[in-house]
């Protein structure tokens, strides 16, 4: 039974061109057991038919709309202004969450060990849904993101007013800001959180940063300038630390 005192939870999702998918996205959230949701879209202005799916929604979404931007973390931090919720999380147009009760547990969660955030667990899955990876984050410890550890960015909830204190996507970071936002608010801040010990999200294979061998090299290097950015001191072996440190995923 959910309390009347359990935090507004804002769930944004940004999509461009994603008509195959935006669908499934809108419905993983819909279909949350938790009613105390605050669901936010921000269309990159498609021209593919997902604003069209979005419309058959648009009585059960909060806020949305379609218009240029520029790029995926311009459009969440639009997400993160038109937020009112306590509690902000992300879930990508291409993902889904892993059953009806995962945003019931993050509320739960936070709200009552009283910490500014949470994360999950993540795993991979290929187009017939078969599950190729799997992301287990494991407890936070601060030494963990100089071994190159991070969270899974879709299974991060955090506190609107951490937003609102330490700010949103750093726009110098096109292919890692999800990444330096983590590493500012967990490592630099301090921020409190904790663990929940289960797969919280669904992602389908080919995201932003692992296109190419290209663009995994331009992620790594996006990573170390975050450290320095933030006046952090990087573990000057990060760059191999963290490729080698996704190879075991896919052996869990």
Not at 53 to 63: H, N, V
Not at 189 to 205: A, D, G, H, Q, W
Not at 209 to 236: D, H, R
């Amino acid at each position: 039974m959910i309390q009347k005192n359990y935090p507004l939870i804002s769930v944004i999702t940004v999509v461009f061109n994603s008509k195959n998918t935006i669908e499934s996205a809108i419905k993983s959230v819909l279909n949350q057991s938790y009613e105390n949701i605050e669901y936010i879209i921000i269309d990159g202005g498609s021209t593919d038919g997902t604003v069209d799916i979005i419309k058959k929604y648009k009585d059960k979404i909060a806020y949305w709309i379609s218009e240029a931007d520029n790029g995926i973390y311009d459009a969440m931090n639009k997400g993160i202004k038109s937020a009112t919720g306590d509690i902000v999380g992300f879930l990508n147009s291409d993902d889904v969450y892993a059953d009806s009760e995962v945003i019931e547990k993050v509320a739960k969660t936070i709200w009552k060990k009283e910490v500014d955030s949470c994360y999950g667990d993540l795993v991979y899955i290929d187009k017939n849904g078969k599950i190729v990876r799997l992301w287990k984050s494991k407890d936070f410890s601060l030494e963990k993101f100089k071994r190159g550890w991070m969270p899974p960015h879709p299974t991060f909830f955090v506190k609107k007013e951490i937003y609102e204190k330490y700010g949103g996507f750093n726009l110098n970071f096109p292919i890692a800001a999800d990444y330096e936002l983590m590493l500012r608010f967990l490592y630099k801040f301090k921020i409190s959180t904790t663990y929940i010990p289960e797969i919280l999200v669904k992602m389908r294979v080919g995201g932003k940063s692992n296109k190419s061998l290209n663009n995994i090299i331009k992620a790594n290097i996006e990573c170390y300038k975050a450290w320095k950015i933030n006046g952090l001191k990087p573990n000057p072996f990060i760059f191999l630390l963290k490729p080698v440190s996704k190879v075991f995923q896919y052996l869990s």
